[in-house]
């Protein structure tokens, strides 16, 4: 069900009236119930892929606390690593694995097998890396089992963030679906407030930034310098305010039912190095990876640092989907950090203190290399293939320096959303002035939905990490 719809506000307003109806004992069956129809609209079929993956990890999580012998605890959790996981593969890398593994049997005149040609079941990724953490989590001992099925499968499956993110851990959101929540006026307020900033980022700025991306990404050849490296900035923008919008509209939603999740972006294009940016971007895929594939490698091998990092980029490249540009996503970001680290170490041993942070003209150069970094990363991240992602490069640097005025409104578009994203902090919060002055808080946000009403692009897209 997509959040920028009709449908999904009228299902919303049935949901939330049946939240605050009726008594929790009903209540987490209606929000399991919800969830499953939630996610259920696309394909049904996919909902006993989610059941399958709720079912193994309550029933592994049991077994891991209750086993006395720390092989059994072993033998559980890799049951349910093993099942989860190879789930996500075979939906997700399948036809990838089958491709290479097809070509191996041209050599050897071997008749190639039939490709699976499954659509990938939306959000098997964020639940999938949800429900192995909650299987760890007992395993560490660091939260026990969830006595009740019915609250883990509300963990697993709430709607909100269900989709796409953010991956939320079992000790942080399912002490707060065990019972009832009641939402205070804030929450109402605030709840609704982000939902229509996040319809905001995405039908009114992320789409509209969308136009231009599209055409120029899908013809590269024909688009002159300058529109290539507007629209590779466009794009790094497009997915920053529609993955933020996302998140946005699943907190609002959330905390209208009293329920708080987690952030998952902090202005990420103010870093300027790249643990800063993975510490802004995603937040909650960059602390998966750092939780339970970084840590653990870094345990197990301790002297490989550097190649740990690597690894566990890769994976976190290769995680966006089974494409050789999502490999090379991954790979020119850990070479990133290997670079930035080698670079540090060496400025500490002449100066005192970080590279890039002891003054603010530092800071600033690195912000805007940093940013430098980012766009060339995404250029991989947002082409079909990697020759379409060199394409672009080429063009970039051999192309004629035409500009065509149709792409005017993007260009000040990516003027206005740097300027506010680069801006002082204190100029963005809206809690000093729209606070004190209610009737003027309510003009913002009354404006706000007239923008959305009015300027929204005729076609709005998928949320682009929907395919992820």
């Known amino acids: 069900m997509h959040f920028p719809s009709l449908l999904f506000f009228i299902f919303l307003f049935a949901v939330l009236l049946l939240y605050h109806s009726l008594p929790w004992t009903f209540g987490r069956i209606m929000l399991v119930a919800a969830s499953y129809i939630f996610y259920g609209v696309a394909n049904p079929w996919y909902c006993l892929l989610l059941l399958f993956s709720t079912l193994v990890d309550f029933h592994a999580a049991q077994k891991i606390a209750a086993s006395s012998s720390l092989s059994k605890k072993k033998a559980w959790l890799f049951v349910s690593v093993i099942l989860n996981l190879g789930v996500l593969a075979l939906f997700k890398y399948g036809d990838f694995g089958l491709a290479y593994l097809n070509s191996l049997f041209l050599y050897g005149g071997i008749s190639p097998l039939p490709y699976l040609q499954w659509v990938l079941p939306v959000g098997i990724s964020f639940y999938t890396f949800q429900t192995i953490s909650y299987s760890v989590d007992v395993y560490r001992e660091k939260i026990p089992p969830c006595p009740n099925f019915l609250s883990f499968a509300l963990y697993v499956a709430y709607f909100p ?86 998140t946005d509209i699943a907190l609002g ?172 902090l204190s100029l963005k919060k809206e809690d000093k002035a729209l606070s004190f002055f209610p009737i003027l808080r309510g003009v913002f946000w009354g404006f706000l939905f007239l923008f959305v009403l009015y300027f929204s692009v005729d076609t709005s897209e998928r949320f682009i990490y929907f395919q992820f």
Request: charged letters at 15%.
């Open 161 to 246: 963030q269900l989709v796409a993110g953010p991956i939320e851990r079992a000790d942080q959101l399912l002490p707060q679906l065990k019972e009832k929540q009641f939402p205070s006026q804030e929450d109402w307020e605030s709840g609704w407030e982000r939902v229509l900033w996040g319809l905001f980022k995405k039908l009114v700025l992320a789409d509209r930034l969308a136009l231009m991306v599209n055409e120029v990404y899908a013809f590269p050849v024909a688009a002159s310098s300058p529109e290539l490296i507007v629209a590779t900035m466009a794009f790094t923008l497009q997915l920053y305010l529609d993955f933020s919008a996302y």
């Open 253 to 424: 939603v959330a905390r209208m039912m009293g329920v708080r999740l987690r952030e998952n972006f902090n202005f990420p294009y103010r870093a300027s190095n790249p643990f800063d940016f993975w510490s802004r971007w995603h937040i909650s895929l960059s602390e998966w990876f750092r939780d339970y594939v970084y840590l653990p490698l870094q345990h197990a091998y301790p002297r490989l640092t550097l190649w740990n990092l690597l690894a566990t980029m890769l994976l976190l490249g290769f995680w966006h989907g089974a494409r050789v540009n999502f490999l090379i996503f991954g790979l020119i970001s850990g070479v990133w950090i290997l670079f930035y680290l080698g670079a540090n170490r060496l400025f500490r041993k002449r100066k005192q203190g970080e590279l890039f942070g002891n003054s603010l003209i530092s800071r600033i150069i690195g912000v805007v290399l940093a940013f430098l970094m980012i766009n060339f990363i995404m250029i991989f991240f947002r082409a079909e293939t990697v020759k379409q992602a060199f394409l672009v490069i080429l063009g970039i640097f051999t192309h004629d320096w035409s500009w065509s005025f149709q792409y005017n409104i993007t260009a000040i578009l990516l003027f206005f959303v740097l300027f506010f994203h680069w801006c002082p």
